[in-house]
Nanobody
């Protein structure tokens, strides 16, 4: 009922920049939060950055100062700009949206299919 389409992954040089985009569509009354998570092989999925109602942002300690998350409420999209990528940061990056289908409904989490980011040294 809700689809998240991610774009922008690929090969990035260490020290380079990454820009990811995620667009949500489908049965959406409101989106309470959107965010980006990543999962490296053999590791748990971890939050990279999130943006909540009122444009409150949250960043993982490992990316603070070199990462910016922004949201376009009119287009139900979220952008992630990450600079100075490190060789240990390749992973599959996932978009997440917490969505209400209608007024008063519970908020449910939805995930994108993930986009691979490879960092070359």
């Amino acid at each position: 009922q809700v689809q998240l389409v991610e774009s922008g992954g690929g090969l990035v040089q260490a020290g380079g920049s990454l820009r990811l985009s995620c667009a949500a569509s489908g049965r959406i009354f409101s989106i309470n939060a959107m965010g980006w998570y990543r999962q490296a092989p053999g590791k748990q999925r971890e939050m990279v950055a999130a943006i909540r109602t009122g444009s409150r942002t949250e960043y993982a300690d490992s990316v603070k100062g070199r990462c910016t998350i922004a949201r376009d409420n009119a287009r139900n999209t979220v952008l992630l700009q990450m600079n100075s990528l490190k060789p240990e940061e390749p992973a599959v990056y996932y978009c997440k949206a917490v969505v209400q289908y209608y007024s008063g409904s519970p908020s449910l989490s939805h995930w994108g299919q993930g986009t691979q980011v490879t960092v070359s040294s």
